[in-house]
């Protein structure tokens, strides 16, 4: 738009919202000028697509990290467990069924957790990328 908005006639308005994670919402607004072409309006409201956009994907960042660090957690406690029961297994103990079950099933727990904090990763790091944050 090379005209100066200040000298033209409105003939309407928008707005984008976007409703953040962490509770909050975030809104633009703009006018509809009487001589703007569709092209010229159509790059205005892509641009304010834009800064809505990273708005929303930079308040998810924090979300992000602490879904990561919860998995890291859980994680961390997998593998205490299983490390319990595998040095009862090894001092001679028995393990009773439900111990083999609960170790069957950390092993094979292990690795989807593992890609999951790998996930987790990736996003927060996409994310940062696009925001500008990294």
């Known amino acids: 738009m090379s005209e100066n908005p200040a000298t033209m006639a409105v003939t309407g308005n928008f707005s984008l919202q976007a409703q953040l994670p962490n509770g909050k919402s975030f809104s633009v607004q703009g006018y509809i000028y009487d001589t703007e072409s569709i092209e010229s309006l159509t790059q205005r409201i892509d641009l304010l697509h834009d800064v809505v956009d990273r708005q929303r994907l930079r308040a998810e960042i924090p979300e992000l990290e602490a879904k990561r660090d919860q998995m890291i957690k859980q994680l961390d406690q997998m ?39 790998q996930k987790g990763t990736q996003a927060i790091a996409d994310a940062k990328a696009k925001t500008g944050m990294a």
């Open 79 to 117: 593998k205490e467990h299983m490390s319990g029961l595998e040095r009862k297994k090894n001092d001679g103990g028995k393990l009773s069924s439900q111990e083999k079950l609960a170790l069957a099933n950390i092993q094979q727990s292990l690795s989807k957790v593992l890609e999951e904090i």
